[in-house]
């Protein structure tokens, strides 16, 4: 089965450095998603792609975080500056269609910030 | 405001013993509700996807129910493999997806 591929698996890095994370969604899936997700808790969206198009960034910190999808496939998700707070685990996923399709998961980026 | 909330955060089961996941939710025109399995250090794993109100889907030993207000995970004679965090999530009017923090469940040999 045809799977989301992230990179790097694990990130360990200073606050103030700066930190991307790459994604490479199921081959033609048009809806790709970028979520936070803290130990305990649910993975939270903070942004979401139609193919190259950002359709919803509002939980996105815009001040340090930035994410882009330029040819409409594979994907990048940059923090810069880092801060403690930023410690989670990463995750993306794709869908076929935005809407009533269920969303497939990588296995995300462990991110510590020390 | 749509919101997931997922009942108990914890659940503790001998093997064979079968129980029930709660998910309970508020969303302005559902428009669908998900099922995640979650292994630590793992991404979610999708289970099922259900659209309407009377609608059952079944997987080995689990099957998902979903009423007007919540849905059901049923486990049935689990194993200690099944041991992982069951996430749900809601999609409604607004087309964004909402999860609840999971029910962590631990199945005993």
């Known amino acids: 089965e045809a799977e989301v591929a992230q990179s790097p698996r694990y990130k360990i890095t200073e606050k103030s450095q700066a930190v991307a994370f790459w994604c490479d969604p199921i081959?033609?899936?048009?809806?790709l998603y970028w979520y936070r997700q803290i130990l305990g808790q649910g993975p939270e969206l903070l942004v979401q792609f139609q193919d190259e198009s950002v359709v919803d960034d509002s939980q996105l910190p815009k001040d340090r975080f930035s994410a882009e999808r330029l040819k409409g496939v594979d994907s990048t998700l940059k923090i810069q500056p880092a801060e403690l707070g930023d410690s989670a685990m990463y995750l993306c996923?794709?869908?076929?269609?935005?809407?009533?399709?269920?969303?497939?998961f990588g296995d995300g980026t462990r991110l510590s910030i020390l | 405001e749509d919101q997931v909330t997922q009942s108990p955060e914890a659940l503790r089961l001998q093997e064979g013993e079968s129980s029930s996941l709660n998910c309970s939710y508020t969303?302005?025109?559902?428009?669908?509700l998900f099922w995640y399995r979650q292994d630590p250090g793992k991404g979610p794993e999708f289970l099922f996807t259900?659209?309407?109100a009377g609608e059952e889907k079944e997987k080995e030993r689990l099957k998902a129910t979903l009423t007007k207000k919540e849905s059901f995970l049923h486990i049935t004679a689990p194993k200690p493999e099944d041991s992982a965090t069951y996430l749900c999530?809601?999609?409604?009017?607004?087309?964004?997806?909402?999860f609840g923090s999971g029910t962590k469940l631990n199945v005993k040999p």
């Open positions: 969303v302005s025109g559902l428009r669908g």
């Open positions: 999530a809601v999609i409604g009017n607004f087309n964004k997806f909402y």
């Open positions: 996923a794709s869908s076929l269609a935005a809407v009533g399709q269920p969303q497939h």
């Open positions: 259900l659209y309407s």
């Open positions: 081959s033609g899936h048009a809806t």
